[in-house]
C-alpha cells in the first residue's frame, strides 16, 4: 500500500531517532517516497546523511540553504506528502504542534501539511505521564493527528515504564494499513489462480503448458495495492510477490489448485481464475522413471482434469464475482462467450494469440472483456500487463456495484 506513496518522515531530538533510519528504511523498501524533515536537535542523534542516502533526497532541518541561500518550501512539501510521520515525537516537538509553535521546519510542514499526520512519541516515563504531554496529546488527537502509542519498556535512562518508541515495522504497518483502508478494494477478499499446472508423469516428467503466471501475479499485486486481502494459488513459476497483503499458497497439479481455491472461495468476494490449467492428467503417475530400454510405452492414458472454475461457478453464491480467462487462437469471442455462459462466470478476459504481444510469457497483453448480460465486450488496446491488471480490476469494481 505505500507503494509510489509520498511521505514525510519527521524526526525530532530523541535517543528513539535512531530507529528513524530502520523505518526509512522499511518505507523506502515498500516502494514509497519519503523527504525526510529534522528539528535541530535531532542532528545530534543521526547523521542526516544516512538519512539522504537511504531518502535519495537532501534532508530538511533550515528553512533556508546555508550555502545556496535557497528556501525550502513548508506549503509545497505540505501539498507533496500523502501522510506525515514524525517519530520520534519528543514531548517538546509535541507540545510545539499543539500549540502551532512553527519556529523549525518540521513543526511549520506539519501546520502546511492537509495529508493524515501520524506521531510516534518516545520519551522518559516521567515525560510521558506528565499532565502537559497528556494534555498535548489530547489536542492533536482532537486535532485528528493519529497517535502511535508508546510501548512499555526499558527506557534509554536505564528506568522502566510507557515512553519507548513503537518499533519501525510496527509504525509502518500503521501506515500501510491506513492506505489499505482508503483503498477501492478495501475490505474485499480476492482468489486469484494464477501459472500453469503440472500434471505429473514420473518422477521427472510432467505434462504443462508455456505460462508463466505473469498476468495473474499482476493482478494479485494490483488488487492488494487497492486494499484487497488476496489469496494467490499459484502453479510452479519463477515469480515471487512484494505485497504483504498477497497470502500465496503455492500447488502442483490442476486437483491441488482446485483444493485451494475451494478453500479460499468459501469467503471470497471476487474470484480470478488467471491459471492455465492442464485439462488432463495421467491416470496413473509410475512411481519410479520409466526408462526408455525397458518400457513399451507408446501413449500415456489421460484423465480430465476438474474444471474449477466451472466448479466454482456452480456453487457461487449471491454477490460473489467470479471472472474467467479465455486465451483462444481463433473465433476469440464467440469462445469466450461460451466459456462465460458454461462457466457459470460473471465476466471473462479475453486474449487471442493471433494478436502480437498477448498471451504466455510475454510482458504486455491486449484483452478484450465480456461480462455476463452485457451485448457489447469493452476492447482495450495493447499495454504493459500490470496496466491491463489494472483495467481488469477497474472492471470489476464496477461488477461489484450495486
Ligand atoms: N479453467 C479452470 N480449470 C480448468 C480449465 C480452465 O479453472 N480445468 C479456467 C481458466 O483458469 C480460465 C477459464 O477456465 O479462467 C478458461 O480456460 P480455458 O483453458 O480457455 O478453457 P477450457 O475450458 O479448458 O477450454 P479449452 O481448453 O477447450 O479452450
Not at 29 to 56: C, D, H, W, Y
Not at 203 to 221: D, L
Not at 266 to 283: E, F, N, T
Amino acid at each position: 500500500m505505500l507503494k509510489d506513496k509520498h511521505i514525510i518522515l519527521g524526526i525530532s531530538g530523541g535517543i528513539a531517532a535512531y530507529k528513524s533510519v530502520v523505518l526509512l528504511r522499511q518505507l523506502v523498501k515498500a516502494g514509497a517516497e519519503v523527504q525526510v524533515v529534522m528539528t535541530p536537535n535531532a542532528r545530534e542523534f543521526i547523521q542526516p546523511v544516512t538519512l539522504s542516502s537511504l531518502s535519495q533526497k537532501p534532508v530538511v532541518t533550515e528553512f533556508f540553504s546555508a550555502n545556496t541561500g535557497e528556501w525550502h518550501s513548508h506549503v509545497a512539501l505540505g501539498e507533496w506528502a500523502d501522510a506525515m510521520i514524525v517519530a520520534p515525537a519528543t514531548a517538546s516537538t509535541i507540545a510545539k504542534m499543539a500549540c502551532g509553535v512553527a519556529d523549525n521546519m518540521l513543526v511549520t510542514t506539519y501546520l502546511s501539511a492537509r495529508c493524515p499526520v501520524f506521531i510516534a512519541p518516545a520519551m522518559d516515563l516521567d515525560m510521558m505521564a506528565h499532565p502537559t504531554t497528556t494534555r498535548n496529546l489530547a489536542t492533536l488527537a482532537g486535532d485528528g493527528v493519529h497517535i502511535i502509542e508508546p510501548e512499555t519498556g526499558e527506557l534509554a535512562s536505564g528506568l522502566t515504564g510507557r515512553g519507548r518508541m513503537e518499533e519501525p515495522e510496527k509504525i509502518a504497518a500503521v501506515l500501510d494499513a491506513f492506505f489499505a483502508a482508503e483503498g477501492s478494494l478495501a475490505g474485499k477478499k480476492v482468489l486469484i489462480t494464477a501459472g500453469p499446472t503440472y500434471e505429473r508423469i514420473d518422477p521427472v516428467r510432467f505434462i504443462g503448458n508455456f505460462s508463466t503466471g505473469k498476468m495473474g501475479y499482476a493482478i494479485a499485486e494490483e488488487a492488494a495495492s487497492r486494499g484487497a486481502d488476496v489469496t494467490l494459488v499459484s502453479g510452479p513459476t519463477a515469480l515471487s510477490v512484494t505485497s504483504p497483503r498477497i497470502r500465496r499458497v503455492d500447488v502442483e497439479s490442476a486437483r491441488q489448485m482446485l483444493e485451494a481455491a475451494e478453500t479460499a472461495f468459501a469467503d471470497a468476494d471476487i474470484a480470478i481464475m488467471s491459471a492455465a490449467v492442464a485439462d488432463y492428467a495421467p491416470r496413473v503417475v509410475a512411481e519410479k522413471k520409466i526408462k526408455r530400454e525397458k518400457s513399451d510405452l507408446d501413449s500415456i492414458e489421460l484423465v480430465k482434469n476438474p474444471d474449477i472454475a466451472a466448479t466454482l461457478g456452480a456453487r457461487k453464491r449471491d454477490g460473489q464475482i467470479l471472472v474467467g480467462f479465455a486465451l483462444e487462437t481463433d473465433h476469440a469471442m464467440a469462445n469466450g462467450r461460451e466459456k462465460l455462459a458454461r462457466k457459470n462466470l460473471d465476466m471473462i478476459v479475453v486474449n487471442s494469440l493471433a494478436d502480437k504481444g498477448a498471451g504466455f510469457g510475454t510482458d504486455t497483453n491486449k484483452i478484450s472483456i465480456i461480462a455476463a448480460g452485457h451485448e457489447t465486450p469493452a476492447e482495450y488496446p495493447l499495454k504493459d500487463k500490470k496496466a491491463v491488471a489494472a483495467d481488469i480490476l477497474d472492471y470489476v469494481e464496477t461488477l461489484c456495484r450495486p
